[in-house]
């Protein structure tokens, strides 16, 4: 049997061996693992190797592009700099030839100049020389002057001088009169340029629709009601309408008269819808007239919108725009005055663009320049300065309202669209086609105004302008004959055998003062006794007639 100290040395030993194998085991665990993790630790330095060379190579290769990319850069900016330099060279070159010709250019004129400045030496010299003899010979003159004319020296030499003055006046006068002369053809000139190009290129407005101010009545009941003044419908028409209103059995028709174009527009139409639909109550006109007076209204505004658009014109007030639209109801020696403007503001632009002044501010003149003519009914004067005023009311601009107001010659023109609107208004009035007026009818009313203005004792000759818009009186010639149909005594003076002169009876010469009282009292004579349209002018001129011969 075991003791227990060998029992005890058995288990020490077997825990020792134990030991030593476990260690032994350890160890080459260990070594194994070790030799594992170097292995793995070379695999990754193998593949860490790899990917840095990898790595090194791609920006090795972004680094080539860049460069490359940088190169090619620097070669287009070389190439660029290049051709820009070339070009630069080339201006260059063309700046040295330009300046080689101005230099050749100013030694050209360097060289004229020297010989214009020999040229001009010459001549002072030469006048000079003139001079020195005109002196000596005015010397020479004076005393003989003095000793023929019983003058002093010193008058002799204020004579010489006074007549040295006049010859250079002279000389001066008709110098300018050839240079108006000739500016004057060529405005002529110029004028009929324009005037045919704007003529070719206008090819004229549609006349708007014209108003027949006679209504026929078909029915006989309602005729019979408007042939009687006293009747109920007559008497509430005239006070509705506040126009002359009659009837004619004869041409069985209705016809009305108002002094506004409105009122006898809307008084048209509102006979005409009476006439149509048979209305013989009275209690039904309010409602009618309403509605005529709503749609006329209507009417108007669309005109006067109408007119502006067609034009292009914007910014208009609308008590203007109102205005304008009134006149497609106003006739001027049956020419409808909407069509007119119209008409007259479509030359004004063809007319400024061909003198190259402001089209817009032309055509908007224009159309405006007979403006005064919607309310001539209400306010006495010229219809022009009646739309001068009207215009400035509204804050128009001054060569607007500068033209309208002298479209017509009634203040002086201060701008350049001023004669444009006056030369559109001839055109456009003065055209074939647009006043339609009998020519006997005319004639006669020409002959009428001849006959009534002669039969003032002042009146020498008269020249009727415009188409009878004007007369112009003359009340001062030297000599005149009798006017036909006139036994107004005349200057006339007769020479006598012996010399003498003998005089007739004359009638003295108004003075100043008296021209105008005369000219008032010629125009309330043909406001009395002749029937016209529109304003006749009466200009009252004082003649005086100084002639002088040149032998």
């Not at 007030?317 to 049956?334: C, D, I, T, W």
């Amino acid at each position: 049997m075991f003791t227990t100290l060998q029992a005890l040395l058995i288990c020490f030993g077997s825990g020792a061996l134990a030991l030593l194998i476990g260690a032994i085991c350890g160890f080459r665990l260990l070594h194994k693992q070790k030799q594992a993790a170097l292995l793995e630790a070379e695999e990754i330095k193998k593949g860490a190797t790899t990917k840095t060379e990898e790595i090194m190579t791609l920006n090795r290769q972004k680094d080539i592009d860049k460069i490359q990319k940088l190169r090619e850069a620097l070669d287009q900016e070389a190439l660029e700099n290049t051709t820009a330099q070339t070009e630069l060279e080339e201006e260059l070159e063309k700046r040295q030839e330009s300046v080689n010709r101005y230099e050749n250019a100013l030694e050209s004129i360097e060289a004229e100049l020297a010989l214009r400045e020999e040229d001009i030496a010459a001549k002072e010299a030469k006048n000079n020389e003139n001079r020195a003899q005109v002196a000596a010979l005015e010397a020479s003159i004076q005393p003989k002057l003095a000793e023929h004319a019983g003058m002093t020296e010193e008058e002799a030499h204020a004579y010489l001088v006074n007549d040295k003055i006049e010859r250079a006046r002279h000389i001066i006068k008709k110098r300018e009169f050839q240079a108006e002369a000739q500016l004057e053809s060529e405005a002529q000139n110029s004028a009929r340029h324009i005037f045919d190009i704007t003529c070719d290129r206008f090819s004229g407005i549609p006349e708007p629709e014209k108003w027949n101010n006679s209504i026929q009545v078909e029915s006989k009941p309602l005729l019979e009601l408007l042939l009687n003044p006293e009747s109920e419908l007559m008497q509430t028409l005239v006070s509705a309408l506040e126009c002359e209103i009659w009837a004619d059995s004869e041409s069985s028709s209705v016809h009305i008269k108002a002094e506004s174009p409105l009122v006898r527009e809307r008084a048209r139409r509102v006979v005409k819808d009476v006439v149509q639909y048979d209305i013989r109550a009275p209690h039904l006109l309010s409602r009618l007239i309403s509605r005529v007076q709503t749609q006329l209204d209507e009417d108007v505004i669309r005109a006067g919108k109408a007119a502006l658009a067609s034009l292009g014109i914007k910014d208009m007030a609308p008590e203007m725009v109102n205005l304008l639209g009134q006149l497609r109801f106003r006739l001027s020696y049956s020419q409808n005055q909407w069509h007119h403007v119209l008409e007259s503001a479509t030359l004004a632009g063809l007319v400024a663009a061909e003198m190259g002044i402001d089209v817009e501010k032309a055509k908007r003149a224009t159309i405006l320049h007979d403006i005064g003519k919607a309310i001539s009914h209400e306010q006495e004067g010229s219809h022009a300065l009646v739309g001068a005023k009207i215009l400035e009311e509204h804050g128009e601009d001054p060569d607007i309202i500068n033209a309208v107001a002298a479209h017509h010659g009634d203040v002086p023109p201060t701008s350049a669209i001023a004669p444009v609107v006056a030369l559109s208004d001839a055109l456009s009035g003065g055209r074939p086609g647009a006043r339609r007026e009998m020519v006997t009818a005319y004639m006669n009313r020409i002959q009428e105004l001849e006959e009534v203005v002669t039969n003032f004792e002042e009146v020498r000759r008269i020249d009727v302008m415009h188409a009878g818009r004007e007369v112009r009186v003359f009340v001062g010639e030297d000599e005149m004959e009798v006017l036909p149909g006139s036994n107004k005594p005349v200057p006339v003076s007769t020479q006598n055998d012996d010399g003498t002169i003998t005089s007739a009876e004359v009638v003295p010469i108004p003075s100043d003062d008296k021209l105008q009282p005369l000219a008032r009292k010629i125009a309330d004579s043909i406001e009395e006794k002749m029937e016209f349209p529109g304003q006749i002018k009466v200009t009252v001129i004082r003649e005086t007639r100084m002639v002088a011969y040149a032998r």
